[in-house]
């Protein structure tokens, strides 16, 4: 049997408590508090104070950035100029080109709302799509 002090292992003991427990129990605790210790160490070392996980904010800073007013601007002009090739296309291409690229739908999900063969949708998206990039060359 071994003699522990119940204030070294639980911190809501405020005075010092012995007990006697037997020696796995003691060595299960040692063991405990010498990884607790490791894991202090490495956290010092790597300077990995603080957790992504922790729901303070800072995982949200780490991975989002604010963009600046310059990217804010370019970000602007860039959706004009494809709002405008986007709408130099005749309205049926331009709806399925809106379809495939800005909603995610597949060429089937759009013959079969529209009633046409699916074949004819993606070449009809592939055309709107050459016809876009000949529009953004020749204008911009």
């Known amino acids: ?24 129990v003691a060595e299960a605790l040692m063991a405990s508090k010498r990884a607790e210790a490791a894991h202090a160490e490495r956290v010092r070392y790597n300077r990995a104070y603080y957790s992504l996980d922790c729901d303070d904010g800072i995982e949200y800073s780490a991975c989002v950035h604010e963009p600046s007013p310059q990217e804010l601007l370019d970000r602007k002009e860039m959706f004009y100029l494809l709002w405008n090739a986007l709408n130099s296309l005749p309205e ?49």
Request: with cysteine.
């Open 92 to 140: 049926v291409q331009g709806r399925r080109v809106d379809a495939y690229l800005i909603l995610g739908k597949t060429y089937r999900q759009i013959a079969r709302e529209e009633g046409v063969d699916k074949c004819a949708v993606r070449r009809s998206v592939k055309s709107g799509i050459t016809h876009m990039k000949k529009y953004l060359r020749k204008n911009f």
């Open 1 to 24: 049997m071994t003699t522990i002090n119940l204030k070294d292992y639980y911190p809501w003991y405020l005075t010092n408590e012995y007990i006697e427990v037997t020696d796995e």
